[in-house]
């Protein structure tokens, strides 16, 4: 409102159209009514034949003013139009010349003032880059740019924030479903054979099944136990489960214990199985892509993404709505400290303007200025 309140009134565009219209009107009457004031007063003059030397004078400068007058009648509207319609050589000179106009024009702004070398030579000569570094290099102004930047980017997400969600959420998507997996997959899986450190993994993940044994074990009996015959006892159910809990760890514990374990063999090779069908079985590879491209489309990834996404969101969102927040800080010292790092380069800097402004920025220069020359 306060904004409102004290913004300057503008007149419309076509109210200014009919005031400049009016006064053309009205500058034509004046001009027009002086000709015929001019033409009566000669007339006069000239059937009245008044005596005296005063006369000759008068009439000369009658003759003078209307000849004058024609005379630049015709040659402003001969620029624009033909006079009365006539075909009079060399009139209509605008509208017959006006591409011829444009061209000329436009050559002239842009060798002069738009081409890459004036523009780069400006640049250098006015040392923007140098003292926007300068500036920018201390804290205090680094941090103003930065907040100055997250009020309005706060701004925008208030305003199209489903919009940015929307966006990033698709993007991710055509991502996911456009990444190589079944290459990235084998090339990992190698990677994995390879690496020595494939032996820690299966001693991690034995570890991990040893616990989640020892503290789930009441949970997974009562899984098993919840399809049990009715003509098996329940004592002999647990004592079943027992065993088979008791095997399973100490076949987990001699994994973890004997690197050349079976075990680990057979892992291996069925990893190097999948590697090799991943690589060369097409109707695999189509099946694992087909995989791929179902889950980058089930509705219930785009769900997780999406809240994933607009929490995202909503938080730089927060955080840069406050004053002083964190990451308004680290923004401000990482902008500075980099501009201070990088002051040596400012010449670099120049360099690189010089050259990207040795094309010509403005090439559609000409066909702009024809167009409102046209107009």
């Known amino acids: 409102m306060a904004g409102t309140a004290h913004s300057i009134p503008v007149a419309p565009p076509l109210a200014r159209e009919a005031d400049r219209r009016h006064r053309l009107t009205v500058m034509r009457r004046w001009a027009t009514g002086t000709l015929v004031a001019v033409a009566t007063a000669w007339l006069v003059i000239l059937i009245v034949a008044p005596a005296g030397d005063w006369a000759g004078y008068v009439r000369a400068a009658l003759e003078a003013s209307m000849v004058g007058a024609l005379a630049d009648w015709f040659a402003v509207v001969a620029l624009f139009r033909r006079p009365l319609g006539l075909p009079i050589p060399h009139t209509a ?19 002069n003032f ?42 925008a997400l208030d305003t199209h924030h489903e919009r940015v969600v929307d966006v990033i959420v698709s993007e991710l998507r055509r991502a996911a479903a456009g990444v190589p997996f079944t290459e990235m997959s084998a090339s990992i899986l190698r990677a994995a054979i ?32 919840a399809e049990r015959p009715w003509w098996l006892p329940e004592a002999l159910q647990h004592r079943l489960f027992e065993h088979l809990v008791d095997r399973t760890v100490d076949t987990l514990d001699a994994i973890a214990r004997n690197p050349h374990h079976p075990t680990r063999r057979q892992l291996r090779a069925a990893l190097v199985g999948l590697v090799d069908r991943l690589e060369h079985d097409p109707a695999f590879g189509d099946r694992v892509r087909d995989l791929q491209r179902t889950i980058a489309e089930d509705p219930r990834v785009d769900a997780v993404l999406r809240e994933m996404v607009a929490g995202v969101v909503d938080r730089l969102r927060n ?35 010089r050259k990207g402004m040795r094309a010509d920025p403005f090439p559609d220069g000409s066909g702009i200025i024809e167009a409102l020359l046209g107009q």
């Open 93 to 111: 000179i605008v509208v017959a010349r006006k591409e011829q106009f444009g061209q000329t024009l436009a050559t002239f702004f842009r060798e």
């Open 114 to 155: 738009l081409s890459g070398v004036a523009v780069a030579e400006r640049m250098r000569s006015s040392a923007s880059v140098a003292r926007a570094s300068a500036w920018l290099a201390d804290r205090e102004h680094a941090t103003t740019m930065v907040r100055n930047a997250l009020d309005r980017g706060t701004a």
């Open 194 to 225: 390879e690496s020595p450190q494939l032996d820690d993994g299966i001693d991690a993940m034995c570890a991990a099944a040893r616990r989640v044994i020892a503290e789930r074990g009441d949970r997974l009996e009562e899984m098993l136990t």
């Open 319 to 353: 955080e840069a709505r406050n004053p002083g927040s964190q990451l308004e800080a680290r923004l401000g010292c990482a902008f500075g400290t980099a501009l201070v790092e990088d002051r040596g380069d400012i010449r670099s800097g120049h360099v690189v303007i």
